[in-house]
């Protein structure tokens, strides 16, 4: 069982419609939870980071995590083309006094005009 | 402009090579880290360090090696014993403990 998985996709949807992406993690002391988005060819960027239960908004941008059943998933609302590229979920692990991030492979992210 | 500087942005390396990776930051941050990502498989952590001088193996470390020799620097060397080296290599830093931001990548091609 890998640590995080994603589904790889492609997850298609119509410009307008609310995107979810979806990831489930192996450890269930796992403190912190991260989604970024990369383009393709490109460096991954942060959208968002959520530590505890529930949810977390940030514009077009929602975060979900569920603790108990070890899931975190990332709502985009009003989907552009501008938003097609590959999301990664990635969950930290302590190693020490640092915070070491596991990634999922990521979930190829659509939007049709 | 504050952020995090790898390069080169392509690089080419023939069998039996060493090469390095350049990694800069100016963001004052404690740890830095590389990653090796793959088409289908993530980003995988190859090495990462805390502080300067020490640095600890991540998931894939065999075939690699870094230094930490001052606190903005963390230069990657793949190895000739790195079997596979073609990828997409990430550095990243963070305060220690918290969000890791990505360098803009480097794409290392063996011919």
């Known amino acids: 069982q890998k640590e995080v998985e994603q589904n790889s996709g492609p997850l298609s949807v119509p410009e307008g419609a609310i995107a979810s992406l979806n990831c489930t993690y192996s450890?269930?002391?796992?403190?912190?939870f991260f989604w970024y988005r990369q383009y393709s060819g490109k460096s991954p960027e942060l959208i968002m980071f959520?530590?505890?239960?529930g949810d977390k908004e940030d514009g077009r941008f929602t975060a979900q995590l569920n603790k108990a059943s070890q899931y975190v998933s990332l709502l985009i609302r009003d989907s552009q083309p501008s938003d097609s590229a590959t999301y990664l979920c990635a969950v930290g692990k302590r190693s020490g006094a640092t915070n070491k991030l596991i990634f999922g492979t990521g979930t190829l992210l659509a939007v049709q005009p | 402009d504050g952020g995090i500087t790898q390069s080169p942005k392509y690089l080419f390396r023939k069998e039996g090579q060493n090469v390095t990776l350049s990694c800069e930051q100016n963001?004052?941050?404690?740890?830095m880290y590389w990653y090796r990502q793959d088409p289908g498989q993530g980003l995988r952590l190859i090495y990462y360090s805390q502080i300067v001088n020490d640095f600890q193996k991540g998931d894939i470390a065999e075939g690699y090696s870094v230094s930490r020799e001052k606190k903005e620097s963390f230069p990657l060397t793949v190895t000739s014993a790195q079997k596979n080296p073609t990828a997409f290599y990430l550095c990243a830093s963070s305060i220690t403990g918290n969000t890791i931001y990505f360098g803009e990548g480097s794409w290392l091609t063996v011919v």
């Open positions: 959520i530590y505890s239960n």
């Open positions: 963001l004052n941050h404690d740890a």
């Open positions: 450890d269930r002391g796992s403190q912190s």
